[in-house]
């Protein structure tokens, strides 16, 4: 989407860093986009790289430093994700701790209030989803579960979710130079499964962007991405010209509203609350089922784009990322449960084992909250077993 770039440059004048903990974007895991009209320019590449020196742009681009003077500054660019699908996964120097009733991550983009339409909640919106991972496995890169933190269209009856689409490499030499106001209508064709008309289409090119917007980095022809698909947000308001308006979405998206303070100049006629992005809650976690998951801490972040719409001359609905800040890096993260204390008393001891069997044996339908030590969503004589079996060192 077409955008100022002065909205874009994203420096946090906040005090010295406290503690340890780096409260900006450290490490860079993956970053595949989808198609759009800002690949292979957000960031800038002009000719083929490697995977590695892509991280390293985007890691340029995204990840924050601390200045000589003590200011922090939480990105110095921006990057696009192109279409529906494209993302980018990244971590902080440590976990982010659920600290309860917070927001706990602020994700930064480049949504803008109408200037055109200040009665209405939009303008620019290109939401992008969030999803978040813990390194169950401690081995230090993202191959655990994920979970979506759910925001406000979560629930709605248009949201798509395990919505699949595949783009297929264009032929670039068969797509010539274009004029003002002319477009390659079908340059990257995409299928998809949805069940409604959004089963087929193109991402087109425009005027304003020459260069391929395959990203030159990624081997293959097809490119395939998965996800929750939101709802379009665009009217066009004109019949003969296209003029577009984004509508915000309420809240838990990234790109989708301006973001809370750091200097961004509020929109008079809004009330702030309404209007800006105040945050993301890692209470917000959801797992493929759509059930809450308790997560204390987590450590890989992961931002894709949920929008699949075309508006015009503003090309491809496609999210940026400017940043991201941990709301409250030095806090600690309460700790896990120990495997087989059934009493909760930070020990496994025969009285775990007492605690299970008695409630088996006179089970009057109170709940028993460590209960299920095994995992396997009931408590049985199998739990009991498990804590038996720790208590013997098995």
Same mark, same amino acid.
Request: proline residues 5%; aromatic residues 12%.
């Given at each position: 989407?077409?955008?100022?770039?002065?909205?874009?440059?994203?420096?946090?004048?906040?005090?010295?860093?406290?503690?340890?903990?780096?409260?900006?974007?450290?490490?860079?895991?993956?970053?595949?986009?989808?198609?759009?009209?800002?690949?292979?320019?957000?960031?800038?590449?002009?000719?083929?790289?490697?995977?590695?020196?892509?991280?390293?742009?985007?890691?340029?681009?995204?990840?924050?430093?601390?200045?000589?003077?003590?200011?922090?500054?939480?990105?110095?660019?921006?990057?696009?994700?192109?279409?529906?699908?494209?993302?980018?996964?990244?971590?902080?120097?440590?976990?982010?701790?659920?600290?309860?009733?917070?927001?706990?991550?602020?994700?930064?983009?480049?949504?803008?209030?109408?200037?055109?339409?200040?009665?209405?909640?939009?303008?620019?919106?290109?939401?992008?989803?969030?999803?978040?991972?813990?390194?169950?496995?401690?081995?230090?890169?993202?191959?655990?579960?994920?979970?979506?933190?759910?925001?406000?269209?979560?629930?709605?009856?248009?949201?798509?979710?395990?919505?699949?689409?595949?783009?297929?490499?264009?032929?670039?030499?068969?797509?010539?130079?274009?004029?003002?106001?002319?477009?390659?209508?079908?340059?990257?064709?995409?299928?998809?499964?949805?069940?409604?008309?959004?089963?087929?289409?193109?991402?087109?090119?425009?005027?304003?962007?020459?260069?391929?917007?395959?990203?030159?980095?990624?081997?293959?022809?097809?490119?395939?991405?998965?996800?929750?698909?939101?709802?379009?947000?665009?009217?066009?308001?004109?019949?003969?010209?296209?003029?577009?308006?984004?509508?915000?979405?309420?809240?838990?998206?990234?790109?989708?509203?301006?973001?809370?303070?750091?200097?961004?100049?509020?929109?008079?006629?809004?009330?702030?609350?309404?209007?800006?992005?105040?945050?993301?809650?890692?209470?917000?976690?959801?797992?493929?089922?759509?059930?809450?998951?308790?997560?204390?801490?987590?450590?890989?972040?992961?931002?894709?784009?949920?929008?699949?719409?075309?508006?015009?001359?503003?090309?491809?609905?496609?999210?940026?990322?400017?940043?991201?800040?941990?709301?409250?890096?030095?806090?600690?993260?309460?700790?896990?449960? /120990?495997? *087989?204390?059934?009493?909760? +008393? $930070? &020990?496994?001891?025969?009285? #775990? %084992? =007492?605690?299970?069997? !008695?409630? @088996?044996?006179?089970?009057?339908?109170?709940?028993? /909250?460590? *209960?299920?030590?095994?995992? +396997? $969503? &009931?408590?049985?004589?199998? #739990? %009991? =077993?498990?804590?038996? !079996?720790? @208590?013997?060192?098995?």
């Amino acid at each position: 989407m077409r955008k100022s770039l002065l909205l874009l440059l994203l420096v946090m004048a906040v005090s010295s860093v406290k503690g340890e903990n780096k409260p900006y974007i450290t490490k860079i895991y993956d970053f595949i986009p989808a198609p759009g009209q800002y690949i292979n320019n957000i960031p800038y590449v002009e000719e083929p790289v490697s995977k590695d020196s892509i991280l390293t742009l985007v890691a340029e681009c995204i990840c924050g430093y601390e200045k000589a003077n003590g200011k922090v500054v939480v990105a110095d660019a921006m990057i696009s994700l192109g279409s529906f699908g494209g993302y980018v996964v990244f971590g902080f120097d440590h976990p982010v701790v659920n600290v309860k009733g917070e927001y706990d991550l602020q994700i930064f983009g480049n949504a803008f209030q109408s200037s055109s339409r200040p009665e209405l909640l939009g303008g620019s919106s290109e939401s992008g989803i969030v999803m978040v991972s813990r390194d169950v496995n401690g081995n230090g890169i993202p191959d655990d579960p994920w979970y979506e933190l759910a925001g406000s269209e979560h629930n709605h009856p248009k949201t798509q979710k395990n919505f699949t689409i595949t783009y297929y490499k264009p032929d670039d030499s068969q797509f010539g130079p274009l004029s003002m106001n002319e477009y390659h209508d079908q340059y990257i064709r995409w299928t998809s499964n949805s069940v409604d008309s959004l089963q087929e289409g193109y991402v087109r090119k425009n005027y304003f962007h020459s260069q391929s917007y395959w990203p030159m980095w990624v081997d293959g022809e097809t490119l395939t991405f998965e996800g929750t698909k939101l709802r379009c947000n665009a009217q066009n308001f004109s019949a003969t010209a296209d003029d577009w308006h984004l509508y915000f979405f309420d809240w838990g998206y990234v790109d989708n509203r301006p973001d809370d303070g750091y200097g961004y100049v509020r929109n008079p006629n809004i009330p702030a609350a309404e209007e800006l992005n105040k945050g993301f809650n890692l209470d917000w976690a959801v797992d493929d089922d759509g059930n809450p998951v308790d997560l204390k801490q987590i450590d890989f972040v992961k931002v894709y784009n949920g929008m699949l719409q075309d508006c015009g001359w503003l090309g491809e609905t496609s999210t940026e990322v400017a940043g991201a800040v941990d709301l409250h890096p030095d806090a600690v993260a309460e700790p896990d449960a /120990v495997a *087989g204390d059934v009493n909760g +008393d $930070g &020990e496994v001891t025969a009285t #775990d %084992v =007492t605690t299970l069997y !008695n409630w @088996l044996l006179n089970n009057d339908g109170s709940a028993l /909250v460590n *209960g299920d030590q095994n995992g +396997d $969503g &009931e408590i049985t004589s199998a #739990d %009991v =077993t498990f804590v038996y !079996n720790i @208590l013997l060192g098995n």
